[in-house]
């Protein structure tokens, strides 16, 4: 006899752990050469600068309930097939609070990416630190760069 209790527990679970690891993609770039589709055509204000230092610094992963959402869902799943009765309501309670605790973990962990930190002295004299994804780009101290702002958004290129 096909057990379809455990076949709907399966399905459920691998969409929660695909949806986990969906997340991974949706992260967009922070680095000095990605723009979101709404900085396009507008204005932003081109400063010159010198690089007085640079550091390598962490950016934090995204936090969305996608994470903890799914983690709940296949830890809530698990926790029901253990036990029986009220041990088993409690069992399926502590396996979804479990579960979107580690959910919110792999979410934030795999979408945490390498960041860096470049002190720019301006032109006027305006010493300014921006943090934007580590893209690739080579900052050092003494580099001629440029900085572009628009209001909230700054970022460092060559």
């Known amino acids: 006899m096909v057990n379809r209790k455990g076949e709907v527990r399966s399905a459920v679970a691998v969409m929660a752990l695909a949806a986990v690891l969906g997340v991974t993609g949706c992260a967009s770039g922070l680095g000095g050469g990605t723009y979101s589709r709404g900085e396009t055509r507008r204005t932003m204000v081109v400063q010159y600068g010198t690089v007085e230092a640079t550091r390598a610094v962490q950016l934090e992963g995204t936090k969305t309930p996608i994470g903890p959402g799914a983690g709940a ?86």
């Open 73 to 158: 869902v296949v830890g809530g799943i698990a926790g029901s097939g253990v036990g029986g009765g009220r041990g088993q309501g409690i069992a399926t309670v502590l396996g979804a609070v479990a579960g979107g605790l580690a959910g919110a973990a792999v979410e934030e962990g795999s979408t945490r990416k390498p960041g860096i930190e470049v002190t720019v002295r301006l032109e006027n004299g305006q010493v300014l630190a921006v943090v934007q994804e580590d893209d690739g780009a080579v900052f050092r101290p003494g580099d001629r760069v440029r900085v572009l702002r628009d209001s909230g958004t700054t970022r460092v290129t060559h």
